[in-house]
């Protein structure tokens, strides 16, 4: 049973005092709104990625991709199970299938995952994950120190630039048996500086981060959707989105819905956006940008340095 999308869409210039107003007894306000979006898309049919062929192409057996949005690879050699890969495309600001989220890709995955780039004409990898932490593998590296063939594919590194909190990559692809195949170019930004267990820490990184994806999305102009992926392409995957979504909306004047973003997002994605924590933060975001533009004041809004989002739950 779905919930109802009883959306509440408001100006950036009441922002301060709706958010002050859901963050008090203890943010119940952000509480109650994330309630209703717990089930919501829950109850949607992932028959083919329960498949017995498919099990092992997801990284986490818990999330799978609902069918009706799920990314859909062209067959090898009429083989069911080679169209299938853990990614779905979700809606943004510019319209339907704007992204796509997906996994983190597996060493068995790779070749599909550089197909998916390939067949769906993708410019931009967005990457939110560090490959390991505290020991454990949260994606496996799945582009070249150099160069390196994944599947009929041959994908280049061309440049990398490290920053304190992202690193910048450019690379490219080319199909090795089409000689009359362009090479395409391919820029992934890697987000390094948000823990698998929480947020960034502070709204201001993860801004400038997203302006810097935009930026490269608008100066590319790729004929595809953009890849996302953490670990398992739901949490920090959502929340970005969320984000992106509502950038958008704040540059271009309009109202800014984040609760129906997430809505929306669920009904194409399982668990997209994970954690009450995450939601916080995005309205932090928010926030914290409109203070930035100056469409919102410190004074209208009293405690913004006190409004920490709480540390709940986990995300990947």
Sequence with gaps: MEASNSSNPFSIYNFPEIFNMKHK????????????????????????????????????????????????LTLIDGKQDSGYINANYIQGFSGANEYIATQAPMPATFDDFWR????????????????????K??????????????????????SEVICKEWTIRHLTINRLKDVDSPVRHISQLHYTAWPDRGIPHNPSS??????LVREEIQITKGPGPTVLHCSAGVGRTGTFIALDVSLQQLKAGYCIDIFHTVYQMRLSRYLMLQTLEQYIFVHRCILEKSLQKGQATKHNYGSYEDAHSPGLGSSQ
């Excluded at 083919?48 to 986490?60: D, G």
């Excluded at 998916?116 to 020991?135: N, Y």
């Excluded at 593998?137 to 061309?158: I, M």
């Design 25 to 72: 007894d203890e943010y119940n306000g952000f509480l109650q709104e994330f309630k209703v979006l717990t089930d919501v898309g829950n109850d949607q049919p992932k028959v083919e990625a329960e498949l017995p062929a498919n099990t092992m192409k997801n990284r986490y057996s818990y999330i799978l991709p609902y069918d009706h949005s799920r990314v859909k």
């Design 116 to 135: 998916m780039v390939w067949e769906k004409e993708v410019r931009i990898i967005v990457m939110l994950t560090v490959c390991e932490e505290h020991g």
């Design 137 to 158: 593998v949260l994606c496996d590296q799945y582009w070249p120190s150099e160069t390196a063939a994944y599947g009929p594919f041959t994908v280049q590194k061309v």
């Design 206 to 211: 993860l801004i400038t981060f997203a302006e």
